[in-house]
C-alpha cells in the first residue's frame, strides 16, 4: 500500500488485539447500557474508545493494522475458509512431543485439593487423630479410611454448617454483647434502623 501513502506500520500486536476486539464483540454479551447527551452507550464503550485511540495513534499505518485484524477476526468467525477445521499435522505433534516436551516438562494438571476448609495442624498431632472434611463423595475413601468415617465426617460438616447458620443451642450461647461505639457508629450509618434490630445484628456477627 505504499502508492496510497502507507510506507511505514508501527510495531506491536495491532491486528492480533483487534482481531480479538472483534471475537470480544462477538461473543460476549453487554452487561448494561447508559446515555450520554442522549446518545445510547454500553458498557463495551470504554474498550471502543480505548481501541480508537489505537487505531489513530500513528494513521495511516495504525489504521491498515486495526483494519487487518478486524478483517482477520471476521474470517474466523464467520468461517469463511473453515478455519476452525484446520489441524496441526500428526508429524509435527510428533516431533514437538520428541523433543519440545521434554525441555518444557509435565503437562498434568496440578491435582486438586479437596478439603472443605483448611485448618491449622499441630505437628505433634498424628494423622490418625486429625479430623479431615472433604468434599469427596460418601463413597470415596479419603486417607485410608473407609466410607462410614467419611459420612461420619459429612455429619459433621452439617452440624458445622448448622453452628454458622445459628441452628444449635450451642451457638445460641455464643452471643457476645456489642460495644457503645459499635452501636453508635451503625446507627450513623442507618439513621432510619431502629436500635433493637442493630444489636440484634451485631449479636449475631
Same mark, same amino acid.
Given at each position: 500500500?505504499?502508492? $496510497?501513502? $502507507? +510506507?511505514? !506500520?508501527?510495531?506491536?500486536?495491532? *491486528? #492480533?488485539?483487534?482481531?480479538?476486539?472483534?471475537?470480544?464483540?462477538?461473543?460476549?454479551? %453487554? *452487561?448494561?447500557?447508559? &446515555? #450520554?447527551?442522549?446518545?445510547?452507550?454500553? +458498557? &463495551?464503550?470504554? %474498550?471502543?474508545v480505548l481501541a480508537l485511540q /489505537? *487505531?489513530?495513534?500513528? $494513521?495511516?499505518?495504525? /489504521?491498515?493494522?486495526?483494519?487487518?485484524?478486524?478483517? $482477520?477476526?471476521? !474470517?474466523?468467525?464467520?468461517?469463511? #475458509? +473453515? !478455519? &476452525? %477445521?484446520?489441524?496441526?499435522?500428526?508429524t509435527v505433534i510428533n516431533l514437538s512431543s520428541r523433543f519440545l516436551l521434554p525441555l518444557i516438562g509435565s503437562t498434568r494438571p496440578p491435582r486438586r485439593f479437596n478439603r472443605a476448609r483448611p485448618e491449622q495442624v499441630d505437628s505433634t498431632t498424628e494423622l490418625g487423630d486429625e479430623e479431615v472434611i472433604t468434599t469427596a463423595p460418601a463413597s470415596a475413601q479419603r486417607n485410608g479410611r473407609p466410607s462410614s468415617d467419611v459420612a461420619e465426617g459429612s455429619s459433621v460438616v452439617r452440624e458445622w454448617v448448622n453452628e454458622l447458620t445459628g441452628r444449635t443451642e450451642e451457638a445460641a450461647t455464643r452471643i457476645r454483647t456489642p460495644s457503645e461505639v459499635e452501636i453508635t457508629q451503625l446507627t450513623s450509618m442507618f439513621p432510619d434502623t431502629s436500635r433493637d434490630v442493630i444489636v440484634s445484628t451485631l449479636q449475631q456477627r
Open positions: 500500500l505504499h502508492r $496510497v501513502g $502507507v +510506507n511505514h !506500520i508501527p510495531g506491536g500486536p495491532s *491486528a #492480533i488485539v483487534f482481531s480479538m476486539l472483534y471475537q470480544w464483540y462477538r461473543l460476549v454479551p %453487554t *452487561a448494561y447500557h447508559f &446515555k #450520554i447527551f442522549g446518545m445510547p452507550l454500553s +458498557n &463495551k464503550a470504554f %474498550t471502543y /489505537l *487505531a489513530l495513534g500513528h $494513521v495511516p499505518g495504525s /489504521l491498515v493494522s486495526s483494519c487487518v485484524g478486524l478483517l $482477520v477476526g471476521y !474470517i474466523y468467525r464467520s468461517e469463511l #475458509i +473453515n !478455519i &476452525k %477445521t484446520w489441524r496441526v499435522s500428526p
